[in-house]
């Protein structure tokens, strides 16, 4: 057990790695039953080399048997092969096997580095376990998931890498995920390649891996995307003889229901248009399903939209593209051929110029500004508090009026606006709320506007419905907008991720990574790193410094109602860590208190920094959750048939009696000829005058111009009248 101690030099500013390693050392659990082998709180650079771990007591599901290989805590440390100093010897890898959680890594903070390589587990429950982790590295490791006879029951899911909450910045690539269990019998025997749940919304990736004979191959659950799309990125995975390659799940609350929201699923673009360039598209392998109730790719209709761009499929036996898919649009370039060498290159062993990558850091943060700017001045008209006030606050004599503000905003309505305009049902009857969302392309993506658009108490007809989500085959200002802050936004955060893991690995000048570290925090107009500052203060119990970056980042940056509410958790956790940090009695009741109050808030970095406190004290227990396709259920799609076929129909216009507006509801599919609809006054003169275009829709008439009486809405086919409705308009 190694408990919290840093070596400093010069001085208590520069934090050194500790000196202790495990060369192959062999841990077996038969008799006894330790909790954990190995015991890291509050230690960094500590090397596990060609050592092995295994657990060979019996499963007992219950919290306060859980076995662990290695158990972190607020730590950093290394896991590899052991290179033997003669090159004709192998290397020895360390070998983890038959544990709860082979590796379980959690922090309360920011913490040291963490790289897990060239290392075999086994048939362990979970792998390995990070929750709240930064910029971890898991390379070139083997992870057989599950082994045909296994000592856990079918009902226990088995997942080889399991990154929780806020565990972001990760390079995961080159490992292989494997079971020995009947390709029949994975439906029955759960076991996952990769899970990822809530890891935030930064650009992260899953790149290059291996997947064979899994029940899902990966699976990510909850918010791992933010608003604008940029989020978790799936390239270059070969997958084979897997039952659901990809699955992609929303996080259900306290009733079993699913969380919904701008940020739950996955990064909006998989890979993206070629354009010649053969990485830029996502690059993966899919296994070949035989049983047709089977997906490539399954996205929850509840997670937000997701556009996947494979490469050409003739001219190579690899299955690039996805199929089939649930609830994904699937867009093949057919000008890049695939060729893995070409378009998945390795990432490894190419090395880091802090130099170039500070200079990409500064043009990327310029368009990041650049397009923020933008969409802040086109959305909503740069007011969305205002206009969305108008809309809450209209009323039915205000119809034609606001569908027209709304339309002048289009297409950079935001979502907030055009929930609220659904709402307005007494105001905006369907046939508004048709042209406004029709006029903004990214409504039929947003799985929270179509919710709305589903509860409204008069529904929407199916041909409307179809006419909207027409949105979903194409991308409109607004999100063609978003979509390049997006990627300026990715290369940022790639670029920051490199950065930071080169001095945190480089412990040759320990304390010019550490000067370099805090100076990159400091002079970058980005929020997380001046959280990451204020870790850093706590760490050398600079509380001055500490406190003094806490107050200043409401100051530097326009936080939004969210980061408001997470600052305000930060300040609190803060209070607390510093407290606990120079408090040498146990943590008192207040204090834990405080900590589960912080805990609630789970969407949150320091809810789960919190949580973690309060599990590393076994106060409290927690359960990740696990996500896995119902398979003997169809999945309801978010596709729609946008060739509707409808009953013969009678005109309708409504409402009747009319003030400002007036809606004309017509059919006419039984019909190829044009057809003009006439509005006559009661002597019979013609007043206005229509073509009709659709073959099944509603037209908005605006009758401000006419005056109070009795009219006439006639319809003409080939000059021959075949309907007449009488239309009373009172003002």
Not at 37 to 51: A, E, R
Not at 247 to 271: C, D, F, H, K, S
Not at 648 to 672: H, M, R
Not at 722 to 729: D, N, Q, R
Request: glycine share 6%.
């Amino acid at each position: 057990v190694f408990y919290p101690y840093k070596n400093f030099y010069p001085t208590v500013s520069y934090p050194q790695e500790n000196w202790s390693s495990f060369y192959k050392a062999g841990f077996t659990n038969d008799h006894v039953y330790p909790h954990s082998q190995i015991v890291f709180n509050g230690v960094d650079g500590i090397s596990v080399k060609g050592c092995s771990f295994e657990n060979l007591l019996p499963y007992i599901n219950s919290p306060l048997f859980t076995t662990r290989a290695i158990n972190s805590y607020n730590s950093g440390f290394r896991v590899s092969e052991l290179t033997m100093p003669d090159p004709d010897d192998p290397s020895i890898p360390t070998t983890i096997k038959g544990f709860e959680q082979g590796i379980y890594a959690i922090t309360d903070s920011y913490s040291g580095y963490i790289h897990i390589s060239t290392s075999v587990f086994e048939d362990n429950e979970r792998g390995i376990y990070l929750c709240g982790i930064s910029n971890p590295a898991i390379v070139q490791n083997e992870f057989l998931v599950r082994t045909k006879y296994s000592k856990y029951e079918p009902d226990i899911p088995l997942i080889g890498l399991y990154m929780d909450a806020f565990t972001t910045g990760f390079t995961v690539e080159e490992n292989t995920y494997y079971s020995t269990v009947g390709y029949t019998d994975l439906k029955e025997f759960d076991c996952a390649g990769i899970t990822v749940n809530n890891t935030g919304q930064n650009y992260n990736e899953l790149y290059n891996n291996y997947f064979d004979n899994l029940t899902v191959g990966i699976a990510a659950g909850g918010e791992n995307r933010s608003s604008e799309g940029d989020g978790l990125c799936i390239k270059c995975n070969d997958f084979s003889n897997c039952l659901t390659d990809i699955y992609v799940a929303p996080l259900l609350n306290e009733n079993n229901e699913p969380i919904t929201g701008p940020t739950i699923g996955i990064a909006e673009l998989q890979g993206k248009p070629g354009n010649g360039e053969t990485k830029n598209l996502a690059g993966n392998t899919f296994s070949n399903l035989s049983d047709p109730n089977l997906y490539n790719f399954e996205k929850d209709i509840n997670c937000e939209y997701t556009e996947y761009f494979h490469h050409d499929v003739e001219g190579t036996d690899a299955k690039v593209k996805p199929l089939p898919v649930v609830n994904i649009t699937v867009t093949e370039d057919n000008e890049s051929e695939y060729d893995k060498e070409l378009a998945c290159p390795s990432n490894l062993g190419s090395g880091t110029d802090p130099l170039v990558e500070k200079s990409t850091l500064s043009a990327e943060l310029l368009q990041i500004i650049a397009y923020t700017d933008t969409l802040n001045t086109e959305v909503d008209g740069g007011n969305t508090d205002q206009l969305n006030l108008d809309v809450s606050t209209s009323n039915p004599n205000q119809t034609i009026q606001l569908r027209q503000q709304l339309l002048d905003e289009s297409p950079y309505l935001s979502d907030t606006v055009m929930k609220s305009a659904i709402d307005k049902e007494n105001v905006l009857p369907n046939a508004v709320i048709r042209d406004v969302l029709t006029a903004n392309p990214q409504s039929a993506k947003s799985v929270e506007v179509i919710q709305s658009l589903d509860n409204r108490i008069v529904p929407m007809p199916d041909y409307m419905l179809s006419e909207v989500m027409q949105g979903l085959n194409t991308f409109g200002a607004k999100e063609v907008l978003e979509q390049k802050l997006a990627e300026h936004r990715t290369n940022y955060i790639r670029s920051f991720k490199k950065i930071e893991r080169y001095y945190q690995s480089d412990t040759s000048d320990q304390a010019a990574s550490v000067d370099s570290i805090v100076s990159l925090w400091s002079n970058q107009a980005h929020l997380e790193s001046k959280y990451k500052l204020a870790f850093h203060y706590l760490s050398i119990n600079d509380s001055s410094n500490l406190f003094n970056e806490l107050h200043n980042i409401p100051v530097d940056f326009d936080l939004s109602i969210k980061q408001q509410n997470s600052h305000d958790l930060y300040e609190d956790l803060f209070g607390i860590l510093w407290q606990m940090n120079n408090d040498t009695t146990q943590i008192d009741s207040t204090q834990i208190a405080s900590l589960i109050d912080i805990s609630d808030d789970y969407m949150t970095a320091p809810g789960v920094y919190a949580l973690n406190s309060l599990i590393n004290k076994n106060i409290i227990h927690y359960n990740e959750p696990v996500y896995f396709p119902e398979y003997l259920k169809s999945s309801k799609a978010d596709s729609y048939n946008f060739d509707i076929q409808n009953k013969e129909y009678i005109i309708s216009v409504f409402p009747n009696p009319a003030g400002d507006y007036c809606i004309i509801d017509f059919d006419l599919s039984l019909y190829e000829a044009d057809a003009i609809l006439d509005i006559c006054d009661s002597y019979g003169h013609k007043v206005s005058s229509f073509s009709l275009q659709n073959i099944h829709s509603q037209k908005i008439i605006s009758l401000t111009a006419f005056s109070s009486g009795v009219y006439f809405v006639t319809l003409s086919i080939n000059n021959s009248l075949k309907e007449s409705h009488k239309l009373i308009i009172t003002k």
